[in-house]
């Protein structure tokens, strides 16, 4: 793979009639990093994964998994090539056990760390052999996770991955992204939940409405967007005027206030605000969800990240 990207879509555009599921999308994805892809549900995120796999063919444009083209080199690429859909759907009448042979069998290639998944995933023999009908969601999910990683694919496209889990399991999700990035493996990760993609990805794109709205590091744009402060007063007095600082609609609890003030804005904010009498005060970092925030209200859809 000479150009050392894992996934290359270039100009992918997929309509259904008159509507728009994904437009002009022009995104590379690093061999070796956990990439975020981020939006609201109808953003377009699972119409793009699906052109991406060859469970779509797109309309216009171009969607290569290492360098090759998921429906033209199919037999080529599916074994290099781990995909847990957003919306799983399993044969009720299979077991667990037989629904992952029949998975493996599909992918053409060994499943060699299906034991070692199923043991870390609290999958053991006995509920193995019962009927996948009988599973609870996230039992589902977890035989889900489990086929897309079993035979230790180079590239794992995932799908809102932590749907259903629940807080153990996830920890047990987020070690093994760790441990694909170490390994060089890549995974796409795409989600709505902003905590596990800031936990578990370096760089993210974002997407609205079907266009991409920015790519950047998730350091970086945190970084660049707004700092949290937050001001105790003390005085159970509850709300009441900020002079400037008004304009950054604070978010009242009592005596307490919270406000997201631009970085290039911070010090000026923090001179008016602590000639006030306040008690405490403390100034943070936004987390990525001010700045996915920030960016879907004021960024222009389909500018060039």
Known sequence: MGTGYAIELNRLTKRYGAVVGVEGLTLNVRAGEVFGFLGPNGAGKTTTLRCLTGLLRPTSGRALMLGLDPIADHRRVAPAVGYLPGELRLYPELTGAQTLDLLSALQGVPSRRRGELCERLGLDSVVLRRTVGEYSRGMKQKIGLVQALQHDPRLVVLDEPTEGLDPLVQETFFE??????????????????????????????????GRLVTVESVAALREARARRIRLTFGDGAGPRPLGRADQWSPQWAGDRVELLVPPSEVVAALRGLLALAVADVTVEEAGLDEAFLDLYRNGEAGEEP
Do not use: N, W
């Open 176 to 209: 093994l992204m760790r441990e694909a990035a170490a390994g060089g493996r890549t995974v796409l990760l795409s989600s709505h939940v902003l905590p596990e993609v800031q936990r578990a990805c370096g760089r993210v794109a974002i997407v609205r409405d």
